[in-house]
């Protein structure tokens, strides 16, 4: 080891208190999806691998930088359907609920989310670092995001709690998170039927739906940017000490791509710009992702599947890989859990690409903090981000040393 990367590694990225301190640097910075404080969020990652000795570049692209917009202007829509229908105006709620359906289900990810380019566009900041042999005929992708949400009544921690710790409701029997995002889908299916069979009650429930999650989103759409730290500033700075240990000893026989998006939290926006650009110089055949969200609560876990409307399930094959090695390296994981929104992964696995997501869940099977003001640097697990970058580390030499 050169006298330079011996100065880099003292102290090392991964140490706890370094960890925390480059934590609270990032979440200082208040950086909602495709805004002034995103790009600086990007520029501040591409400094903080400089100076590790790492090159990484900033691609921007289009973005309209909120999910609030389109699904509000959907749950809008799916209001005034259902008050149609109820009004006997048969044919104007089916058109309504027709067009509000096919809005909705194409903002959720990974579809082509084409309402949102209508709407008001500003710029989103991607990270790209490539480490390893240039030549490499095999590549792995290793993605985080930088950008930060907004907060939300939907996310008060306090729901969780009364659902499972004050009602009782035994937690063992979910693994998967509840399909948030289905009834708002349902309102326009029911301002639908009632127009074709006549029947009111469908269209209340729909009004009801549609209202509601139109409120909800004006809700978020208002409420400031949480610091992020926990999602998704952990695996930020995961790909630094990633950095560091690559840059210290090379992989042999793949390339590296550390990646961290922006404008994830708007629906994977910067991911689906990466893939529009990328994917077709990736080979499925010869490319692993491993998506890495919201390491920061007490337990890790790898999904198994995630998905807005319908479930995409992750491979088995990757799935192995990185079960054997948590198992290898001691490492505990919340087995059998299954997301009912989405990650930068989702984007990827849809493509066809060997795909794992690692996350972190509390007891009740929930991100710590997750969207809410205690989002902070103090409120992270980072035993449980050690574990993440140890397990990361793991998966990137085994795929240098063996493919699938």
């Excluded at 390893?132 to 306090?158: K, L, M, Q």
């Excluded at 063992?172 to 127009?195: C, G, N, Q, R, V």
């Excluded at 998006?261 to 708007?266: I, K, M």
Aim: charged residues 20%; hydrophobic residues 45%; glycine residues 10%.
């Amino acid at each position: 080891m050169s006298g330079t990367t011996a100065e880099i590694r003292e102290p090392g990225v991964a140490e706890p208190d370094r960890l925390r301190d480059l934590l609270t640097e990032l979440a200082g910075i208040e950086r909602p999806s495709a805004s002034e404080g995103e790009r600086r969020a990007a520029e501040w990652v591409v400094n903080r691998l400089g100076e590790l000795g790492a090159q990484a570049r900033i691609e921007t692209a289009a973005a309209h930088g909120t999910y609030w917009w389109p699904l509000g202007i959907g749950a809008g829509a799916s209001a005034l359907a259902n008050l149609a229908a109820l009004r006997g105006r048969r044919m104007l709620a089916t058109a309504l609920g027709v067009a509000a359906a096919a809005t909705i289900a194409d903002d959720y990810p990974p579809g082509q989310r084409r309402l949102r380019r209508l709407l008001p566009q500003s710029e989103t900041h991607n990270v790209i670092c490539e480490l390893g042999p240039v030549d490499a005929e095999r590549t792995v992708v290793v993605v985080a995001h930088h950008d930060a949400a907004h907060s939300g009544w939907i996310f008060s921690p306090e729901i969780p709690e009364l659902i499972f710790h004050r009602l009782g409701v035994p937690i063992e029997l979910f693994d998967t998170s509840p399909a948030l995002m289905w009834p708002l889908l349902a309102s326009p299916f029911l301002a639908i039927a009632s127009a074709l069979t006549g029947r009111r009650t469908p269209a209340r429930l729909g009004a009801l739906l549609g209202a509601g999650y139109a409120a909800s989103m004006a809700d978020i759409g208002s409420r400031d940017v949480v610091p992020g730290a926990n999602d998704n500033g952990t695996a930020v700075v995961l790909l630094l000490a990633l950095a560091e240990r690559l840059l210290a000893e090379p992989t042999g026989s793949v390339r590296v791509i550390l990646l961290s998006t922006g404008s994830e939290e708007s629906f994977s926006e910067g991911m689906k710009a990466f893939g529009e650009r990328h994917f077709d110089e990736l080979p499925r055949e010869s490319t692993f992702f491993l998506c890495v969200d919201t390491v920061g609560s007490p337990t890790l876990s790898v999904l198994r599947g995630e998905g807005f409307v319908r479930m995409h399930e992750y491979p088995a094959d990757g799935l192995a890989v990185i079960d054997g090695l948590a198992e290898e390296l001691g490492i505990e994981t919340v087995p059998n859990l299954r997301l009912r929104n989405g990650t930068d992964g989702l984007e990827a696995l849809a493509a066809g690409y060997p795909t794992v997501a690692l996350c972190s869940v509390t007891d009740l099977k929930q991100p710590a903090n997750y969207h809410w003001p205690s989002d902070t640097a103090e409120n992270v697990d980072y035993g449980t981000l050690a574990e993440a970058i140890r397990l990361s580390e793991a998966l990137i030499r085994r795929l240098d040393d063996r493919w699938l």
